[in-house]
């Protein structure tokens, strides 16, 4: 069965004598029940079947992501770096390159976005206040010249 020998080559993986199954992210999308629960936390595919009922977060949570990129819901609770080392117990192979997410600086996105951050974030206010600074001076000057 094709279950089966996926499972041997993921053992095959962990202990070294092979090189890591890679999974597409449709693949991983098909084990999405408690039967067979995988999850991708940084472009690294687990299979957490067997830790559904140990997850002191508990299961729903951990069923809510499978089949799914779980990075962003690990990261955001904080785990401790026991639970990031418990994860090796899990690994089963790679997510696809076509499917990671880009992490890090290397997003195009993220520059531009950082670009229009700076733009709203300083130079707008500053043109803001000095639109009024010329208004003010030129009310105040119109003032007293009348
Ligand atoms: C294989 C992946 C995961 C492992 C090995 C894992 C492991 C752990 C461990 C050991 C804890 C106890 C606190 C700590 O040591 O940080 C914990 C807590 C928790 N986990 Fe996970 N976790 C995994 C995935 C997830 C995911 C995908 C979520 C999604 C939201 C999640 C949600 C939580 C929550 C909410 C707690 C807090 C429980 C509390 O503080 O009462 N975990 N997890």
Redesign the pocket.
Known sequence: MEGGRRREAAAAAVTGDGPAPVFTLEEVGTHNSNREAW?V?HGRV?D?TR?LEE????EE??L??AGRD?TE??E?????S??RE??KQ?YIGELHPNDRKKEGSKNPSTTSSGQASFWSTWLIPIFGVLVLGLMYRYYMVDGKSS
Do not use: N, T, W
């Open positions: 999850l936390i687990y957490v830790f997850h002191p977060g508990g949570v951990l809510e992501q779980a819901s690990f955001d609770v904080g785990h401790s026991d639970a418990m994860l899990y």
